[in-house]
């Protein structure tokens, strides 16, 4: 089963605006991050959220972490044309080994910010 | 202090042909995961190494799929007898140790099989 669901699945939006996207899963996690990857490109490294934190904030981005309601949301602020992107949550576990390496991801967001 | 480096790029086989795949991690990183991406969904793991030791392999289909982390050398995912099922962007990523460490990704080999 999908662990994590973004939403929407696309996102247009003007310059300056805001951006907010969501992200739900199915089981207890250890740590959530959010990636983003531009077309045809790798994944860069946004920001990792743990279980025990509620809030984190890195430049123009804000996560929410609610573990019980197992959701998240990425905000992005004042956006650019530049952050126009597929964004993607991904969750890892405890696995009964007691790691928690492998990370589960969504199929993600397409933001599209117009100038 | 480069990237997780990724080569080649793009990769076009032949069905039935080898396709090898390289991954250099981090500088200081020592666990190396590979992923694959089909088309609009997102990345799916693989596989998970360190240095000379498969950890869990258990994203691996079982037949044609191998991977290795060499005491020397880059990590390789190597996919024999392509199908066009494989056409997909794979993806390698690296920590420095486990626990609570970001997966810091290359920028992907895109295999295309005809």
């Known amino acids: 089963s999908q662990q994590g669901e973004e939403d929407p699945q696309a996102l247009s939006i003007q310059e300056g605006e805001n951006a907010t996207m969501n992200c739900s899963y199915k089981?207890?996690?250890?740590?959530l991050q959010w990636y983003r990857q531009n077309s045809g490109r790798g994944l860069v490294h946004l920001i990792l959220i743990r279980s025990n934190e509620r809030e984190k904030h890195s430049g123009r981005l804000r996560v929410t972490l609610d573990t019980s309601k197992k959701s998240s949301s990425l905000l992005i602020t004042a956006s650019r044309a530049a952050d126009t992107a597929s964004y993607f949550c991904?969750?890892?576990?405890?696995?009964?080994?007691?790691?928690?390496?492998?990370?589960?991801f969504g199929k993600g967001t397409l933001l599209t910010v117009n100038p | 202090n480069a990237g997780v480096m990724q080569n080649p790029r793009h990769l076009v086989r032949r069905r039935g042909q080898e396709a090898r795949l390289r991954c250099s991690p981090m500088k200081g990183h020592s666990h190396v995961y590979w992923y694959r991406q089909l088309p609009e969904e997102g990345l799916k793991f693989m596989v998970y190494l360190q240095k000379e030791n498969i950890i869990d392999e258990s994203g691996m289909p079982k037949e044609r799929f191998s991977a290795e982390f060499p005491k020397e050398g880059p990590s390789i995912l190597r996919i024999q007898q392509v199908v066009r099922g494989d056409s997909a962007a794979y993806f390698c990523?690296?920590?420095?140790?486990?626990?609570?460490?970001?997966?810091?990704f290359g920028p992907g080999t895109r295999l295309t099989v005809t």
């Open positions: 089981t207890s996690i250890n740590n």
């Open positions: 990523a690296s920590s420095p140790s486990l626990g609570d460490y970001e997966q810091y």
């Open positions: 991904a969750t890892d576990q405890f696995n009964s080994g007691g790691s928690n390496y492998k990370l589960t």
